[in-house]
């Protein structure tokens, strides 16, 4: 195992993590709300 391959896990990890809080962050926001509203009249609108 060379130093790259864990220097490559451990900033994938850490992109996964960042990831993860800024979806919790946006959801949170009212920012998260405008959107789940638009996904939802998109997903009416589909069903008829």
Request: glycine content about 8%; aromatic content about 6%.
């Amino acid at each position: 195992m060379t130093h790259q391959f864990y220097a490559r896990i451990s900033a994938g990890c850490l992109a996964t993590i960042l990831l993860l809080i800024g979806i919790a962050y946006v959801k949170s926001s009212p920012v998260g709300d405008l959107i789940n509203d638009r996904l939802e009249a998109a997903r009416e609108r589909q069903d008829g």
